[in-house]
């Protein structure tokens, strides 16, 4: 592995900018081959940098994981306030709009969302890798739990245990790209149907009114 070139001060804007360039050349490159077969090289290449460059925004290829998993968990996190804003204090609305939202993101990078949720248990297993790994899944359960607080206290979302609810979630709208080969003569609105129907049918109390509750 080439010498990484050692980081400089720069603009924030600057970074963002260009770790956004390489995530979207990270997706374009796994839509074409495995994670273990793409080069940093090619990475560095399809995100229109110098290979060497490229280790002053990633300190290694693996570090392209935790990219993904940030910039989709970001995409998803960047939406809530335009969610409930829209769902005007209705939480089953809320998190059907949040399932929605995530289904989306896992949509538009469908093979790199593949890669991330095959490697991530490799990634899982490195102590360097834990707090990155822990901050995103505490970001993401974020994202989807405070809409299932707030349909508990309006009486409007059932539920005993929140992170298997995260999960089971979570699952579902990952089974659009795990399963994409299973799905292949499925439309994405037909997967979305059904998803948020079997959301529905269990964690919706039937009847219920919704108490406006906007204070957080």
Request: charged letters at 30%.
């Amino acid at each position: 592995m080439p010498e990484p070139l050692r980081a400089q001060p720069q603009d924030e804007s600057l970074v963002k900018a260009r770790r956004r360039q390489i995530f979207l050349a990270a997706c374009r490159v796994l839509a074409r081959k495995s994670f273990h077969e793409a080069t940093v090289k090619e990475l560095a290449l399809e995100a229109g940098l110098a290979a060497g460059s490229i280790y002053v925004y990633l300190p290694s290829k693996d570090d392209i994981l935790i990219l993904i998993a940030e910039s989709m968990v970001a995409e998803l996190v960047e939406s809530l306030p335009a969610i409930r804003e829209r769902t005007q204090g209705d939480p089953r609305r809320e998190l059907l709009e949040v399932m929605r939202t995530a289904l989306d993101v896992i949509d538009r990078y469908r093979e790199a969302f593949t890669v991330l949720h095959h490697e991530v248990r490799y990634l899982a297993r490195r102590p360097e890798y834990r707090a990155a790994l822990d901050r995103i899944v505490d970001q993401y359960f974020s994202a989807v739990a405070g809409a299932l607080e707030r349909g508990r206290r309006a009486g409007a979302i059932r539920f005993e245990d929140e992170r298997s609810v995260v999960e089971a979630i979570h699952m579902l709208c990952a089974g659009w790209a795990t399963g994409a080969d299973y799905l292949r003569n499925t439309s994405k609105e037909t997967y979305w149907r059904e998803i948020a129907a079997l959301v529905e049918g269990r964690f919706f109390a039937p009847n219920g009114t919704v108490r406006n509750d906007r204070r957080d």
